[in-house]
């Protein structure tokens, strides 16, 4: 049996650029895999386009990385690319358009590009055969460029060979060896089987198929992807910028001397990969002008010279998407060493050079380079790769390519994967929903039909006032709130208290029913995840933490696993739902139907007991996440709902109301509280997080990351996680935006919004101390942050704005 450390599966651009860097990165027994020719699936028909600006950082960063690559390996390998630089437009119709293209400037700033919004003279003067006279401006991106596709991946192809890497054409991958949940071999057509270390999975319009061959779901679909070529057109400039004009999801581009015209329309057609043998290459679909046709009456609204001037070429090929429009990247969360990179969106071609390096360095050293949380496989609810969700959701997640990317936005098909036995009774009770990590959760609850649905906005939000109300009564009263899809992970076994210390900060070797905050870390020191440890006998312990990274730490857990360590992990989340019950009044309100006593003395902070609440046996846990008495209360889905409704029937006397998740992320803010993934993640230490009090350095077992941390305190803290107040009368916060010290750039946003209990306007941002700013001077310097364009000054606060002390929440 051959045998190799690295199979990479794929002969397209993704697939080659991971080989080639790998190779670059100094990996020996590199074998790509292409079951036909390479490039003859997707990449060879795709657009070119080489766009770097993202709507985040870490996109962004990675996308740049062509910006310096492709000029590289043309000269590296002697093959040529066609890469050029062009610089392209943004074009905005509308304000609400040109607000967001304002935001999305703002990353370019902070990402290093050459970006300016411009006038509509401006545009008509660089690319003259747009029609401009409708435009409220646009957003030039000099580093826009385009290459051509198949001279990209030939020249991935040999780089890559002269590397040391073996490529075998006419090779289909028809299976995988996998034993006690790692993969060990491929399994070719012909029955060869290979042996290796780690398989990447580049497959695109087949890799959803080879994901399920080893027992991983790829939440892609594919569609028909059209673009018409215009016959030569006089005179367009050179170079020519290219043109995406985001209202009619166009984008416009050149290519020697015509114009190359496509499309993200609402209505993509699906494409099925069965539809045609397994060995047919360079996929080229019939032909459909009546498909194309609106984007044509559009286009020559854009271009009108194109009335006279006819089109040479229709070209339709698959091109695979996913449910939320962004590629999947990482490990697969159900087998060990089994990569993935697919699922690109129409981006394949400006996206391989960020992604093939980051995958390379993803496989070699076991972790990603920077946080790509937002593109991981992990993130997907296994539900995601059915036909009938991405049957329901592909269309939507074609024409969100070029969609207005409103705040709060939710997509509308593909929705009600997971419901808790409570969805009824919200529904009952006028919750607006929203979906997260694939569950139905209330956003707020609504009073009348005016209140019932989201308006899309960047100024003010319809939700404020529902929000603010359900705070109001949180803090006077007492409210309920849906917390259901926390992931729920239970410990078991002799060791469970040695395997927890090991991958845990804190000292969770406590007594049984105490509640312990605490990370996970990574071996660079960075948070992985934040969950709550409850200890609930001496071998047993329930681990929660958020929805959006079920999978992601139940993988991290397993991965951690000794074997032999005597653990067993068990996921509890679909089978015990979850409410919490918070206010002042919620002590009051619980006594009143349960024998077990409340008090503070009887029932503190941090602890969890059994307990009844009327004839229901649960679990109640006294934390919060918004800053209030009260407790979480857990209970098998098949009671939970009777408990709620006698919890909500028996709080009317004390003025209960129902609270979404709006009204939660506000309370949070207000108390400084975190929030994974947005505020906190792979790349943060818990000193940069001011989380210092969750870790435990001296306990008698060295946990994971602890080493990094200490060499982290010797250095110094370089970058802090500020919270602070904005003073912009009510301008909405979101994240990423940027925060200037003394007028320069030295950080940006992770999270923000209105705190309505205390009327202020907070965000939290991660900002780097510069040479000249000593350590204690972070909180004192003067701070503005720019939003949409507009700068406001905000002050740092040393404190949470709300209950400071926490006095409320331990009552």
């Known amino acids: 049996m051959e045998s190799f450390q690295h199979v990479v599966i794929g002969g397209g651009v993704i697939g080659l650029s991971t080989a080639y860097h790998l190779a670059k990165f100094g990996a020996q027994e590199v074998l790509l895999l292409e079951q036909n020719e390479l490039a003859s699936g997707t990449s060879w028909h795709a657009a070119g386009i080489v766009g770097p600006l993202r709507a985040t950082k870490n996109l962004t960063q990675l996308a740049q990385y062509a910006l310096s690559l492709f000029p590289e390996l043309e000269q ?34 902070m990402s290093g590009l050459d970006t300016r919004l411009v006038c509509n003279d401006e545009v008509k003067a660089r690319l003259p055969v747009l029609e401009v006279s409708d435009l409220r401006g646009a957003l030039w991106v000099e580093e826009d460029g385009q290459v051509n596709p ?57 890799a959803r198929h080879l994901g399920e061959l080893a027992g991983v779901s790829i939440p892609l679909q594919a569609v028909e992807h059209m673009y018409a070529v215009t016959e030569p057109i006089a005179d367009l400039p050179r170079p020519c910028p290219f043109a995406r004009d985001m209202k009619n999801a166009l984008y416009i581009k050149e290519d020697a ?72 990247m990482g490990q697969a969360p159900e087998v060990k060493n089994y990569f993935v990179a697919a699922g690109m969106n129409s981006l394949g071609i400006m996206s391989s050079a960020g992604v093939g390096k980051a995958m390379a360095e993803w496989m070699l050293a076991g972790k990603p380079p920077i946080d790509l949380w937002e593109v991981d496989i992990a993130r997907f609810d296994p539900m995601c790769s059915t036909s009938g969700f991405l049957r329901s959701r592909t269309q939507e997640a074609v024409a969100n390519q070029m969609d207005m990317h409103w705040p709060f936005k939710q997509f509308k098909t593909g929705r009600n994967l997971r419901q808790s036995p409570l969805y009824p009774l919200h529904q009952e009770l006028g919750a607006v929903f929203g979906s997260a990590a694939g569950w139905e959760r209330p956003l707020w609850f609504a009073r009348n039909s005016d209140e019932a649905e989201l308006v899309n906005s960047y100024a003010e939000q319809n939700w404020w006032p529902c929000a603010e109300r359900e705070a109001r009564n949180l803090q006077q009263n007492v409210a309920l709130f849906e917390l259901s899809p926390f992931t729920k992970i239970l410990a078991e076994g002799e060791d469970a208290t040695a395997f927890l210390q090991r991958v845990a900060t804190a000292d969770i070797d406590v007594v049984p029913g105490r509640v312990v905050y605490t990370l996970m870390l ?38 951690h696993l000794a074997p032999h360590e005597s653990v067993t992990l ?33 029932f503190p902070f941090a602890t969890s007991q059994r307990m009844e609440i009327g004839a229901y046996p649960v679990r109640a846990s006294r934390v919060s996440f918004v800053g209030e008495l009260g407790w979480e209360i857990y209970a098998d889905h098949s009671d939970v709902k009777k408990v709620y409704q006698v919890v909500a029937e028996a709080g009317r006397r004390y003025g209960l109301g129902h609270a979404g998740l709006f009204c939660m992320d506000a309370c949070r803010l207000e108390k400084g509280f975190h929030h994974w993934g947005h505020d906190i993640g792979p790349e943060d230490t818990p000193f940069e997080a001011g989380l210092d009090f969750a870790v435990d350095c001296d306990k008698p077992v060295s946990f ?62 991660m900002v780097s101390r510069s040479d000249d700013l000593a350590c204690d001077d972070f909180q004192t310097a003067h701070y503005e942050i720019e939003l949409a364009g507009d700068r406001f000054p905000m002050t740092v606060l040393a404190k949470s704005p709300y209950d400071p002390k926490g006095s409320r929440m331990r009552a």
């Open 150 to 206: 198949y001279d990209l991946c030939m020249a991935y192809a040999k780089g890559a060979r002269a590397r040391g890497v073996e490529i075998r054409e006419h090779s289909r991958v028809d299976g995988f060896g996998v034993t006690s949940g790692a993969v060990h071999d491929v399994v070719l057509a012909d029955g060869q089987r290979i042996r290796c270390a780690a398989v990447i999975n580049c497959a695109g319009l087949w």
């Open 257 to 328: 001397g015509r114009l190359v015209i496509g499309t993200f329309e609402s209505n993509a057609l699906l494409w099925d990969w069965r539809s045609v043998p397994a060995d047919r290459s360079f996929l080229q679909l019939p032909e459909n002008w009546d498909h194309l046709e609106p984007m044509l009456q559009a286009v020559q609204r854009r271009v009108p010279c194109l009335a006279q001037i006819g089109l040479q070429h229709f070209m339709n090929g698959p091109e695979s998407f996913t449910p939320d429009t962004k590629q999947v």
């Open 570 to 602: 068990t996921d509890r989340t679909d089978e015990q739902s979850v409410f919490g019950v918070m206010g002042p009044r919620a002590r009051e309100l619980l006594q009143n139907l349960t024998s077990a006593r409340l008090e503070k003395d009887s």
């Open 704 to 765: 994971i990351g602890r080493d990094a941390l200490l060499r982290h305190l010797e250095h110094g803290v370089r970058r802090r996680l500020l919270l602070f107040q904005v003073h912009a009368d009510d301008r909405l916060l979101l994240h990423d935006e940027p925060i200037l010290r003394e007028g320069k750039c030295v950080g940006r946003t992770t999270s923000g919004g209105i705190g309505f209990r205390t009327g202020l306007s907070l965000s939290f941002g």
């Open 522 to 559: 990574n071996p660079a020191g960075g948070i992985e995840s934040e969950l709550t440890v409850t200890r609930l006998t001496e071998n047993s312990y329930l681990m929660v933490s958020a929805s959006a990274t079920r999978r992601k730490d139940m993988a991290w857990l397993c991965r």
């Open 76 to 109: 590296e390998t002697g093959q040529h690319t066609g890469y050029r630089r062009t610089g392209g437009f943004w074009l905005a119709e509308d304000e609400q358009r040109l607000t967001e293209l304002k935001r999305i400037k703002a990353m370019g700033d």
